[in-house]
């Protein structure tokens, strides 16, 4: 089954511990990237990989890091997590670029305290 | 700044009838549009799309209508069902970047 796989589904952390969401696809896709939703303010993106080895910042990316070193894994790491960092966050995968559409992994729930 | 709005956080519609849901993007460099539907604890899955070289597009139940001049967009559902009760995101690409950009979503609750 063609699917976007986030793990933890639910973390809740302390300040400054670092942490890392990981993000799988098992579709070939080129293009990944991650999100926030938070509420209001719709889906931001924070990363996106165009390819291996190739990542971009996207429009929230202040406190966090990613890395694509295999095509299919795509992990968001929180180096000092904050509590403005408490958000549900989505990994997406599509074929290619942003002119096809996005496959959304269920969402990772992440409370900083 | 929000390139893309929904300006209508959340709608009510009676099953049966016609849900419109509206999006405006103010970036003339878009060039791809999208809907997305999401239910509550899933990710957002794909609806509908559209290029601006189209000014509507048609998959069953769901229409989607592009007015260019006005930098508008909306998504037709007809006839709504209650399954159609979720968040509706429209989202915007332009050809020559590399980011999807998302409304703040419309909030739809059909009632059977």
């Known amino acids: 089954e063609a699917q976007v796989t986030q793990n933890p589904r639910y973390l809740i952390t302390v300040t400054g511990k670092k942490l890392t969401v990981t993000c799988s696809q098992n579709?070939?896709?080129?293009?990944m990237s991650w999100y926030r939703q938070d509420p209001g303010l719709g889906l931001r993106q924070i990363y996106y990989s165009m390819n291996v080895e190739v990542t971009d910042k996207g429009d929230v990316p202040e406190g966090y890091k990613v890395s694509r070193k295999e095509k299919r894994n795509f992990p968001l790491i929180l180096e000092s997590p904050s509590p403005n960092q408490t958000s549900l966050y989505f990994c997406?995968?599509?074929?290619?670029?942003?002119?096809?559409?996005?496959?959304f992994g269920q969402g990772t729930r992440l409370t900083v305290v | 700044d929000q390139q893309v709005k929904q300006n209508s956080p959340s709608l009510s519609v009676q099953e049966g009838r016609i849900s419109i849901l509206n999006c405006d993007y103010t970036n003339s460099m878009f060039d791809y549009f999208l809907w997305y539907k999401k239910y509550p604890a899933e990710g957002p899955t794909f609806l509908i799309s559209?290029?601006?070289?189209?000014d509507k597009n048609e998959d069953g139940r769901f229409t989607v209508f592009l007015n260019k001049s006005a930098k508008h967009l909306s998504l037709h559902i007809v006839p709504s069902q209650p399954g159609d009760s979720a968040v509706y995101f429209c989202a915007a690409s332009a050809n020559t970047g590399n980011q999807f950009y998302f409304g703040t979503g419309t909030s739809l609750t059909v009632i059977p």
């Open positions: 997406a995968s599509s074929l290619q670029g942003a002119n096809t559409e996005a496959f």
């Open positions: 559209i290029s601006s070289i189209k």
């Open positions: 579709m070939n896709h080129e293009y």
